[in-house]
């Protein structure tokens, strides 16, 4: 299933996130990691601190795994709705904001 994702990113962690998609850390995690990696790069803020991504999932619930081990610590509020395909959000590059974080100590 795909789902469009809305969320809203909590600033003093979302550095944090960005070094572990680049580490590879996240890119390791079965069996949703590359899925995460690529998501996050699809990913726009929309508003202020509000970030919409489309994501792929075979969760019983919506991002429950992606959720749990990675999405809850750096994101807040966040909500999916089904969708047909992958689809464009507009808005700026989350990933190139994260890049501008520091990661947390």
């Given at each position: 299933?795909?789902y ?17 998609l680049t580490d590879?850390t ?7 990691g ?15 601190g ?17 959720r ?8 807040t509020?966040?909500t ?26």
């Amino acid at each position: 299933m795909i789902y469009k994702v809305k969320a809203n990113v909590i600033e003093d962690r979302i550095g944090e996130l960005y070094r572990k998609l680049t580490d590879g850390t996240i890119a390791k995690q079965r069996p949703d990691g590359t899925e995460i990696v690529a998501s996050m790069k699809r990913a726009v803020l929309t508003d202020p601190g509000v970030a919409e991504w489309y994501e792929m999932c075979f969760c019983p619930s919506p991002l429950y795994h992606e959720r749990k081990t990675q999405y809850d610590f750096y994101f807040t509020g966040m909500t999916t709705e089904e969708a047909d395909d992958y689809g464009v959000v507009e808005g700026d590059s989350l990933w190139s904001y994260m890049a501008s974080k520091p990661d947390t100590p």
